[in-house]
């Protein structure tokens, strides 16, 4: 349902927002999204988020990069798995 409502490419661009208020709900919900199905994770993989990860996960503000950090471990658990198929 969340992959076929097109938010994912919607909400992936605003990761570049320069106010936290709005970058963190937008960074939680994507992290959100990657815990779901199979499906969800890759979508979010296809929206683009891996070039934005670096940036987030290194970000000064505490809540982002912790949450940067979750998304890029359950992404990185999802491409092992795929690739171990």
Same mark, same amino acid.
């Given at each position: 349902?969340?992959? !076929? ?11 570049? +927002? ?5 970058? &963190? ?8 999204? $990657?815990?779901?199905?199979?499906? !969800? ?8 988020? &891996?070039?934005? &990860? ?5 970000? $000064? $503000? ?6 940067? +950090? ?14 171990? +198929?």
């Amino acid at each position: 349902m969340v992959v !076929e409502s097109g938010v994912i490419p919607v909400l992936v661009p605003i990761l570049t +927002h320069p106010d936290n208020k709005v970058l &963190l709900p937008v960074l939680r919900t994507l992290g959100n999204i $990657t815990t779901g199905s199979t499906e !969800e994770t890759q979508a979010v993989l296809d929206g683009g988020i &891996l070039p934005y &990860l670096p940036n987030l996960a290194t970000d $000064t $503000t505490p809540d982002i990069s912790a949450v940067g +950090h979750a998304i890029s471990r359950v992404l990185l658990r999802a491409c092992k798995r795929s690739s171990a +198929h």
